[in-house]
């Protein structure tokens, strides 16, 4: 009974020590809601210094 005991001991300490499972690593980040889309506005600018929409 000891015998088997302490096998299963071994093999979960192992198990443990072993797997990827770090009690020092740090958690991820949390999300920080949802997110949205950003749109790039495009402005083609003249000779003269006017700034116009440019859409293709």
Same mark, same amino acid.
């Given at each position: 009974?000891?015998? /088997?005991? @302490?096998?299963?001991?071994? @093999? %979960?300490?192992?198990? /443990?020590?072993?797997?990827?499972? @770090? /009690?020092?690593?740090?958690? &991820? ?10 749109? /790039?506005?495009? %402005? ?7 700034? &116009?929409?440019?859409? &293709?």
């Amino acid at each position: 009974m000891k015998r /088997i005991f @302490s096998i299963i001991l071994l @093999s %979960v300490f192992s198990g /443990i020590l072993l797997s990827s499972f @770090s /009690i020092r690593e740090n958690p &991820q980040d949390p999300p920080r809601g949802k997110k949205t889309e950003k749109h /790039i506005k495009m %402005v083609k600018i003249d000779d003269n210094g006017k700034k &116009q929409n440019w859409i &293709q």
